[in-house]
DNA sequence: CTGTATCCTTGAAGATACTG
DNA sequence: CAGTATCTTCAAGGATACAG
């Protein structure tokens, strides 16, 4: 792989950029990371009240690809009623000041459009 | 504003990831902002170049939408071949930060995707 | 060279009903 | 409680031709 990457190294970086896009584009999986942090941990129902007006289709699907992609840890607790809690994994915590970076320039947008 | 702000901080908060991710959402939004990064200037041809395989369409839409949202400057030469400049403000060149984190994260998973 | 204008395809997202 | 399963809608993106 290194052999090809040398000669058009540009190229894979934009690759990375873009891959990360990928990783946490759509429309809810910032807000997801973004909830999952300043919790810890949160249950299924809990996050889908936090999200306000998600599907559980739309929310579930988004969680398994979060899952997937290793960014989100999802423990199941074989139980009646069942009971599923999600985190962070280190990976995905890794992207929280991001996030908050994101956040912090969006309120300044936010504030200068409302002047 | 602020009166309705202050019983429902984590909402604004929210709103202002969302508003973010919106802003630099997309396909092409990310890489375009790191091809301006890289050469301060790019004309739209050389920009398609760079962008490899982006539709005309596409190209011309994402860049109208990045600056309406004020991201990029879009400067022309009334000439004849016609010459169009394009590079980043103020507000686009803030986000750069987390383009590049965005860029390290990216790179890291990859690396240990391909050991 | 820097775009517009159309038409078409695809995938993301939403609505709703149902289940272990 | 924590989801599945379908069906539908809609906007993003793509292909292609043409224009100032």
Redesign the pocket.
């Known amino acids: 792989m290194s052999s090809n990457v040398d000669k058009k190294n540009e190229e894979s970086d934009v690759c990375a950029v873009d891959f990360a896009f990928r990783r946490i584009g759509?429309?809810?999986k910032g807000r997801i990371l973004w909830h999952l942090n300043r919790h810890n941990i949160l249950?299924?129902?809990?996050l889908k009240k936090e999200m306000n007006n998600?599907?559980?289709?739309?929310l579930?699907q988004?969680?398994?690809q979060l899952e997937q992609d290793e960014l989100i840890n999802?423990k199941v607790y074989h139980q009646v009623?069942?009971?599923?809690e999600y985190s962070l994994t280190e990976i995905g915590y890794e992207l929280i000041p991001f996030v908050h970076y994101l956040e912090n320039w969006g309120k300044k947008q936010l504030e200068n459009k409302n002047q």
């Open positions: 759509g429309k809810y249950r299924y129902g809990e998600i599907t559980t289709k739309m579930t988004t969680l398994r999802r009623p069942p009971k599923v």
